[in-house]
């Protein structure tokens, strides 16, 4: 028997007893998903968004039965273009498969592939003191060159494919190296600038040249370029839009089986099991909500 036909059957005096999300209401709701973190990979130092752990939760907001809306909670300094573009993507293909309109909400910052994915929406709208926009693309890296010859340490590399090892940090920069990379940044900037056009349209402030420089700024700003719709939070934008009886279904990932938390703590102390990729993964975070002074 569907869901639906027993829930009908309890008597409303007895549905008190039921979850929140079970219990049969005239409320109109609203899916809520969280989007926070840095946007690529994902690992157990480093939180984050990637196509794989963002999907199911869109998937299930766009399931909730009588849902109005989709929301999205955006706090992300951006990362990976493909990842931010495949979710951006997603959304949109959700949005128009449900017939559910969109609506972001912007917390600390929906910068750079944040703020591709906030595009995905059908309104934006964001806190005064929200950092948005950086409609740009970047590539940081070191240069280790002189810190191995210093230590007498010989860089050794073989390659089939003269571009193979382009960029290799414990060699000396190579300018058809860098030339190559600006041509990618190009094409992949061209990409970003199209998408915010589409989705933005004659709302942008074309006047503005530095819009699409990789510039970003606070949330009253950003209404003025168009970047965003309106300045508010969640709670009173939705109680506006759809009443103050409006309720959130938090749609969260779901929780690892406890035995898999408990094989998953490492012993306090114990940096043997740290992965030397994590730390770089959790710099490289601080370093992305640094960009942007937060």
């Known amino acids: 028997m569907a869901q639906s036909s027993l829930l009908s059957m309890l008597p409303a005096r007895l549905q008190f007893l039921l979850p929140a999300k079970y219990r049969a209401t005239s409320s109109p709701v609203v899916p809520v998903v969280r989007l926070s973190g840095p946007i690529g990979a994902v690992m157990p130092l480093r939180s984050g968004l990637a196509m794989s752990s963002v999907a199911p939760l869109l998937e299930r907001a766009f399931s909730v039965p009588g849902a109005k809306a989709v929301a999205l909670v955006i706090n992300s300094p951006g990362g990976s273009a493909a990842q931010s573009h495949l979710i951006f993507r997603r959304i949109r293909s959700l949005s128009e498969e449900k017939k559910l309109p969109v609506i972001a909400f912007v917390e600390d910052a929906a910068a750079s592939g944040g703020y591709m994915i906030a595009c995905a929406a059908d309104?934006?709208?964001?806190?005064?003191?929200?950092?948005?926009?950086?409609?740009?693309?970047?590539?940081?890296?070191?240069?280790?060159?002189e810190l191995i010859e210093r230590l007498g340490i010989e860089r050794?590399?073989?390659?089939?494919?003269?571009?193979?090892?382009?960029?290799?940090?414990?060699?000396?920069?190579?300018?058809?190296?860098?030339?190559?990379?600006?041509?990618?940044?190009?094409?992949?900037?061209?990409?970003?600038?199209?998408?915010?056009?589409?989705?933005?349209?004659?709302?942008?402030?074309?006047?503005?040249?530095?819009?699409?420089?990789?510039?970003?700024?606070?949330?009253?700003?950003?209404?003025?370029?168009?970047?965003?719709?309106?300045?508010?939070?969640?709670?009173?934008?939705?109680?506006?839009?759809?009443?103050?009886?409006?309720?959130?279904?938090?749609?969260?990932?779901?929780?690892?089986?406890?035995?898999?938390?408990?094989?998953?703590?490492?012993?306090?102390?114990?940096?043997?099991?740290i992965d030397p990729g994590e730390i770089v993964g959790t710099l490289e975070e601080r370093a992305a909500w640094a960009r942007l002074g937060l």
Do not use: C
Request: avoid cysteine.
């Open 123 to 145: 309104e934006i709208y964001a806190d005064p003191a929200s950092i948005v926009g950086s409609i740009g693309v970047v590539s940081a890296s070191f240069g280790f060159h």
């Open 156 to 273: 050794r590399v073989h390659t089939a494919g003269k571009s193979k090892a382009m960029l290799d940090p414990f060699r000396p920069e190579n300018p058809d190296d860098v030339i190559r990379l600006k041509g990618l940044q190009v094409k992949i900037h061209d990409v970003f600038v199209d998408l915010v056009r589409s989705r933005r349209g004659e709302k942008l402030n074309d006047s503005y040249d530095d819009l699409f420089s990789g510039a970003f700024w606070v949330g009253a700003e950003a209404v003025d370029l168009g970047l965003v719709d309106g300045l508010g939070d969640i709670r009173s934008v939705m109680r506006q839009r759809f009443g103050d009886k409006v309720r959130f279904r938090m749609v969260e990932p779901a929780r690892r089986p406890l035995l898999g938390r408990l094989l998953g703590r490492r012993p306090i102390g114990d940096i043997s099991l």
